[in-house]
């Protein structure tokens, strides 16, 4: 505690470490155990749940990969200030938020209201890419980040990242699976090391 | 574990950053997605969620900013008493309670109920206000506080806060929306930093 | 990451603190929302509610001083072996078990299932106060214990919790209201510092 | 915050503590308590649950050693690449998933089902051996992993660990009970120390 900066920012990325495992363990809770009264078996009840268990993995891919990428954005930023909590906490909103439209997209997979599922799934994951990119280039602007060349590269991929997740939501007026698929896919691209954006 | 005093600090934070989180993560749990076979349509079953939308937003703010608060007072409190992790105790008491009234407020927002949820609502705040400025003004008396020109204006800045949610009681008997919206724009004041209460 | 066996304390503590903040943040999710269509009004649905405030209250007391405890017990504890962390799952079973027994009382306070219901609940306290026992003991044997004051102190103030729990699983007989009360009474003993039991 | 590399360790350390420790607790969930209304009593409806307590016991075992050999991997693992993080997020995946057939086993033990229950139950700790497989052996591979004596030991002791979880499959076609027995016991294998599988 002897140096309440290193402190401040230890602190921010414990709470947020908390809040992304608590929401990424929260998605199980949304399936639903098949009830053993069921007529069908438990086989068919099990395969009925698909729409859960691919809902399951592209948000726990997405979430996952998310945390990887806060992760790398605070060991660049060095230092905060009250701007960069208060963006933490607008970012750590729709984190946690994201069993709801889990379980909506799981459960509305198929018929008539899979595309509005789909939009509130996509957006949400939309406004998460544009808070990513917001708090980034507040922190680079205020020369909170420490100089890496790895800075550069994540400013060059997280450029993509609305654009993306704008087609994500258009996406939702083909197909909610279409969605979820293409979800998991975009966490790879999320994945991939800033380095590989640098400048030749 | 060279300091034992150091340690438990760190704990005491880490334990209270994890209830923080939990509580402020288990709020999307109280919002059910609208089953697929109403009839409305999915449309109309997300729009009558509105009032769960309006208490979850309200109520992370108020934790996130309090998690802020509690990181701002165990920065500054640099030596831990039994009693300061006994008032740390009973302050998680209620932020790990909120989920209840957070829901209970959402469910109860229309109709004859909605004075009763509302006031359960705003005291549940009320009583974290409370434990908030006996603990800080216990730290200060044991001279556990580190001297920082935060600290005065800590003290002005929390000064306020019983009064502010006494009045979010009584603002329950008007409608529990107005309760909702002005634990938003509180949230706000708390989060400004302790600086602008410094003395000029 | 230098040195193994400090890493090793600390992420035994980090687990156990997320442990214990979940399970005492879990205890609200099993109080539920009187319905808004319930034809008594709201007022009379959360006084009905009061054996949960109560069971909540008494188990997030119970829980906080134990962890409280734990954190004491892993000041002192400089080493860790395999064994201390083997004792350590022990501990944190019936922790993370706990929401089901303080549901369960909260539920059958009244009426012919109530010795039952107290019986489970206070026999869970027992079965923790024992284990506590075990791996202070263990700890104390392999001289795993730092060498402080508070350690002796710890080892009477500790051996009285079986005794006390064994007692409360009797109180059961009485009502399960008074084991909730004598919980909470309990938890204030285990809350106070383990100087008091120094030899004079 | 000044060598970047020991920090991103530890936060994939303390992200992965979150994770292990929420999925742990989130199996006391899936009990529910017997309601008060039920005319056989609560004694019965408690004796009922016995499916419940059994796969909450072994899963806890289960995961709670898994969290200890991540604690042994990751002591020695002394450099984290991209690929390892991959590894670890494909590691928590099943292990966040875990309550779900923890409650599905419990639910089905007795009847036609109990088979498919007990062999999605037994697939998943079966994936989870094979990915603390791969991740330790690309950890060597990569001489990620500091020169220790354990180092060998862990790769003799985790080989067996694939084989092993074939077997409980195969067990799922004698008894859903046999599993869960078994997999309680599976875990005290991978509780001993590593050193006892170091070469003579």
């Known amino acids: 505690m002897s140096d309440p900066a ?18 990424i363990t929260l998605l199980i809770l949304e399936i639903k155990v098949p009830p053993s009264a069921a007529h069908d078996g438990l086989l068919v ?6 729409p859960s268990y691919l ?6 891919a997405t979430i996952g990969v998310m945390w990887l990428n806060h992760h790398r954005l605070f060991t660049l930023i ?6 960069i909590i208060a963006f933490n906490l607008l970012l ?10 889990t379980a909506l997209l799981a459960e509305h997979l198929h018929g008539p209201d899979s595309v509005i599922a789909g939009v509130v799934y996509a957006g949400s994951f939309f406004f998460i890419a544009i808070i990513f990119n917001l708090m980034w280039r507040y922190a680079l602007k ?6 890496h060349a790895d800075a550069q590269g994540i400013t060059r991929q997280y450029a993509l990242g609305p654009v993306m997740y704008a087609a994500l939501v258009g996406a939702a007026f083909i197909s909610g699976t ?3 698929i293409v979800s998991a896919l975009y966490a790879i691209y999320f994945a991939l090391p800033p380095r590989l954006w640098r400048k030749a």
Request: net charge negative; charged share 15%.
């Open 6 to 23: 290193t402190n401040e920012t230890a602190r921010v990325e414990a709470f947020s470490d908390g809040v992304f495992a608590i929401a």
């Open 45 to 50: 009840g099990l395969k009925n749940l698909w």
């Open 55 to 60: 809902a399951y993995v592209a948000s726990f």
């Open 78 to 83: 060095v230092k905060n200030d009250d701007r």
């Open 92 to 101: 750590l909103l729709p984190i946690s938020w994201m069993p709801f439209p």
């Open 142 to 147: 205020v020369q909170a980040v420490a100089a």
């Open 178 to 180: 279409v969605v979820l």
